[in-house]
């Protein structure tokens, strides 16, 4: 595999973890609490305390997933990019490029809706309830 689809594909992969990170952080909990599983919530913190740290900094999280996501945008629909001729190659490029193209994609769903529970579910909540 040549060092440009490797790096492509390391990259595909960092943006998942780190969209998945936004979604431990922040909406897990909110919805294990919004499910009545606030001791899971406690057991959960009590055994991870990096939860804290992340949740704390939510808003450097989400921004450095986000930034993430953008690189992961760019390398993947930039203009000029191509595939090498070489049937098999080509074959193989193809194939990496659906792979990164779905866990792209799968990672923007991630990170929406860690960023909905983490910033936008409260507020429409309150929102919801002095207009009623």
């Not at 080509?90 to 779905?102: D, G, M, T």
């Amino acid at each position: 595999m040549p060092l440009k689809q490797s790096k492509n594909k390391h990259l595909s992969w960092l943006v998942l973890f780190s969209s998945t990170g936004t979604l431990v952080c922040c909406a897990l909990p909110i919805l294990l609490v919004s499910l009545g599983m606030g001791a899971t919530v406690a057991s959960l913190v009590s055994q991870f305390p990096i939860l804290i740290t992340l949740s704390e900094n939510k808003a450097g999280v989400f921004i450095f997933s986000g930034l993430l996501l953008l690189i992961s945008i760019w390398t993947l629909y930039r203009p000029g990019r191509s595939c090498p001729s070489a049937p098999d190659l080509s074959r193989l490029c193809q194939k990496s490029q659906q792979w990164n193209q779905r866990i792209l994609w799968l990672s923007i769903i991630i990170w929406s809706i860690g960023f909905y529970a983490a910033f936008l579910a409260l507020p429409l909540q309150i929102w919801i309830d002095q207009s009623s």
